[in-house]
C-alpha cells in the first residue's frame, strides 16, 4: 500500500461546480498536513495547510479524519482557473525526524 | 528575495555524464530538500537538509549526491548519468522543519539519452 494515495482524475466539471478530492495516508503517526497545486510545467505552490479543526480560505475547505487517516479537500463555485493538479502532502515519521511525502496529485479540469 | 532559485532550467546529458545542479535560497531557510517528479506522478525526496553541513537521504537517493556547505547553497551532483534519472528536479525550502511551508524552485528539467 502506498504511504500516500491520491486518485488521479482528471475531475472534468463545468464552471461554477463544487468538487471534492480525498488523499488516504497509511501511517497513523503522520504529523502534518498540506494541499499544494501546481500547473502544467510549473513548480507547486502551496494552496493550504490542513488542520484538526478543518479550515476554509475563500471558496476552498479543507478538512482532516484522523481516525480515517485521510484529508479531503472542497472547491466550491470551481473556476477555470482552478483547473490544475492538486498535491496532498503528508509529514512521515523517517528515523527520528519527518519528511515529507507526497501523493502523485488529482488532475482537474474546469471547463466552461 | 528572489526566493528558491535553480539553474539550469533544462539539460541534455548523455549516458555516464556527470553534472550538477544548482539549487539557492535567499530566505535564510534551515531547511532545503531535493525531489524528482516523473511524469504524471507525484515528488520523490530525494536527499534533504537540516543545516549547514548536515545531509540525509529520502526515498530514492541511488545515483545522486549532495552537499550543503552553506545555508543558502544546496547542489545536487549526478556523477553517472543513466536513463532512468530523466526527470524533472524541483529544489525546495522550508523555514525550520517539513511542518513548515516549502518554497520551490521552478525546476530543473533533465534528459538523458
Known amino acids: 500500500r502506498k504511504e500516500v494515495e491520491q486518485d488521479p482524475g482528471p475531475f472534468n466539471v463545468p464552471e461554477g461546480a463544487t468538487v471534492a478530492f480525498n488523499c488516504t495516508y497509511s501511517?497513523?503517526?503522520?504529523?502534518?498536513f498540506f494541499w499544494y497545486r501546481q500547473d502544467c510545467r510549473k513548480e507547486p505552490k502551496l494552496l493550504m495547510s490542513v488542520y484538526s479543526s478543518g479550515n476554509e480560505d475563500g471558496r476552498f475547505t479543507a478538512q482532516l479524519n484522523r481516525a480515517s487517516q485521510y484529508i479531503s479537500l472542497l472547491i466550491r463555485d470551481s473556476k477555470l482557473s482552478d483547473s490544475a493538479t492538486y498535491l496532498c502532502?503528508?509529514?512521515?515519521?523517517?528515523?527520528?525526524?519527518?519528511?515529507?511525502?507526497f501523493g502523485r496529485g488529482t488532475s482537474l479540469i474546469v471547463h466552461p | 528575495n528572489a526566493g528558491v532559485t535553480q539553474t539550469p532550467k533544462f539539460r541534455i546529458l548523455k549516458i555516464g555524464q556527470s553534472m550538477t545542479l544548482q539549487c539557492t535560497q535567499d530566505m535564510n531557510h534551515n531547511y532545503m530538500y531535493w525531489y524528482r517528479q516523473d511524469p504524471g506522478m507525484g515528488l520523490k525526496l530525494i536527499y534533504y537538509?537540516?543545516?549547514?553541513?548536515?545531509?540525509d537521504k529520502g526515498e530514492v537517493p541511488n545515483g545522486y549526491n549532495v552537499s550543503r556547505s552553506t545555508t543558502e547553497d544546496f547542489p545536487l551532483r549526478l556523477e553517472l548519468a543513466a536513463p532512468s534519472q530523466t526527470s524533472v528536479y524541483f529544489c525546495?525550502?522550508?523555514?525550520?522543519?517539513?511542518?513548515?511551508?516549502?518554497?520551490f524552485g521552478p525546476g530543473t528539467r533533465l534528459l538523458v539519452l
Open positions: 501511517n497513523s503517526a503522520s504529523q502534518s
Open positions: 502532502v503528508v509529514t512521515l515519521p523517517s528515523g527520528g525526524s519527518y519528511i515529507p511525502t
Open positions: 537538509s537540516v543545516g549547514a553541513g548536515i545531509t
Open positions: 525546495a525550502s522550508s523555514v525550520d522543519t517539513p511542518r513548515e511551508t516549502q518554497y
